[in-house]
């Protein structure tokens, strides 16, 4: 069964990209911490597998760009987010760590 088209991996984007941003996003102390396991069930970040987003378009760039700049305090849209997403998560992410954790989040939100 091919997946729709919309639900396609972007370009660029692998399987393995997937599965190691998915170990970075769940590891302890990372995105985890505010988004919940699987972005899911969050206390400080939303919920990343509705398919609706408020600060980026849904695009594999966009998330790329939001998790690499982070979110400032002034720019948070729900007060019950009390927490600044720092650049990165507040992690030092190589390039390619990014990439990757983008690609994971990119299939949260994107369900075949
Ligand atoms: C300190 C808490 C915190 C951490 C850690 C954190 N985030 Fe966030 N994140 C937020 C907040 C707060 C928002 C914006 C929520 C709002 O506007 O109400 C957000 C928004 C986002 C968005 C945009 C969602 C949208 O609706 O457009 C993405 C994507 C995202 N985070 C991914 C990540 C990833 C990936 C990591 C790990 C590298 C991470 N976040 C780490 C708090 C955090």
């Given at each position: 069964m091919a997946a729709?088209?919309?639900n396609a991996l972007p370009a660029g984007v692998t399987a393995a990209m997937v599965s190691?941003?998915?170990s970075l996003f769940n590891a302890p102390r990372s995105c985890n911490g505010c988004h919940g396991k699987g972005g899911v069930d969050g206390r400080n970040g939303p919920n990343l597998t509705t398919g609706k987003y408020e600060h980026v378009d849904g695009s594999y760039a966009s998330i790329v760009h939001v998790i690499t700049v982070g979110i400032p305090k002034d720019s948070i849209k729900?007060?019950?987010?009390?927490?600044?997403?720092?650049?990165?998560?507040?992690?030092?992410?190589?390039?390619?760590?990014?990439?990757?954790?983008?690609a994971y989040v990119w299939t949260l939100g994107h369900h075949g």
């Amino acid at each position: 069964m091919a997946a729709a088209p919309s639900n396609a991996l972007p370009a660029g984007v692998t399987a393995a990209m997937v599965s190691a941003g998915d170990s970075l996003f769940n590891a302890p102390r990372s995105c985890n911490g505010c988004h919940g396991k699987g972005g899911v069930d969050g206390r400080n970040g939303p919920n990343l597998t509705t398919g609706k987003y408020e600060h980026v378009d849904g695009s594999y760039a966009s998330i790329v760009h939001v998790i690499t700049v982070g979110i400032p305090k002034d720019s948070i849209k729900h007060a019950e987010h009390r927490f600044p997403m720092r650049p990165q998560g507040g992690h030092d992410y190589s390039d390619e760590q990014i990439a990757n954790l983008a690609a994971y989040v990119w299939t949260l939100g994107h369900h075949g």
